[in-house]
């Protein structure tokens, strides 16, 4: 059986077709549950009890309820906005400027929007790839209360309408060194593994509220998904 991958993703989400200024309201809402807060903070290893004592929380908390880990409030938001901004990426290349403005609790529903805030397709920003282009997307995710949760900056590389596979694949009998030609090791053996020890003594550096977003006005697209 022979699958067309154009056929699984949305017409209208190509590098043509993100305008500079555009705001989406994506489509989907979704409910933080316990289970997905509590699993992925104790899967990371975040030791941060408020995440995961409720006892704790009711104490000093001031929400008296446990607070959903931020990483787990920022994938949930871009991820309601990855079938409009991330179907036709090739590479995603950075997320920054990431803001949590209000502690999420267990029950809360979040709902996701984006601005297209710039755009470039130059040879030096497209890391080697053709006919793509680098998109600049600002996320934001609000609850049920219209209050803004969490805001990030995103680029990613975007297909054009243009993009093909044609012509990328790797020789890999000219790619792969011949085993006369190559260079021998001269690192000592250990067993596979190469293990890097910091000197004893040596410093380590570590890497060391509530706001509403003021009001946009939202551009619908033109084949955006209704919630239902």
């Avoid at 209050?147 to 900056?153: D, N, S």
């Amino acid at each position: 059986m022979t699958i067309d991958a154009k056929a699984l993703t949305g017409r209208d989400n190509y590098y043509e077709d993100f305008i500079v200024g555009d705001v989406y309201e994506h489509a989907r809402g979704k409910t933080m549950e316990a289970l997905e807060n509590v699993l992925l903070t104790n899967l990371v290893l975040n030791t941060a009890q408020l995440h995961f004592n409720e006892d704790l929380a009711e104490k000093i908390a001031a929400q008296k309820h446990r607070i959903v880990f931020g990483g787990v409030t920022a994938s949930l938001v871009v991820g309601l906005a990855m079938q409009d901004t991330g179907e036709q990426a090739v590479e995603e290349v950075g997320l920054d400027k990431v803001r949590f403005r209000v502690s999420v609790i267990h029950g809360d529903t979040l709902y996701a929007f984006t601005e297209v805030v710039a755009k470039d397709d130059s040879a030096d920003v497209c890391r080697g790839h053709r006919n793509v282009g680098l998109v600049h997307f600002r996320h934001w995710g609000i609850n049920q209360r219209n209050e803004t949760v969490f805001e990030g900056e995103r680029r990613a590389l975007i297909k054009k309408r243009s993009f093909a596979t044609a012509g990328l694949e790797v020789d890999e009998a000219a790619a792969t060194p011949s085993r006369a030609s190559a260079k021998k090791s001269t690192r000592p053996k250990t067993h596979g593994r190469t293990v890097t020890r910091e000197p004893v003594g040596a410093k380590v550096s570590k890497k060391p509220a509530a706001k509403s977003r003021p009001a946009v006005k939202v551009k619908q697209k033109t084949a955006a998904k209704k919630r239902s």
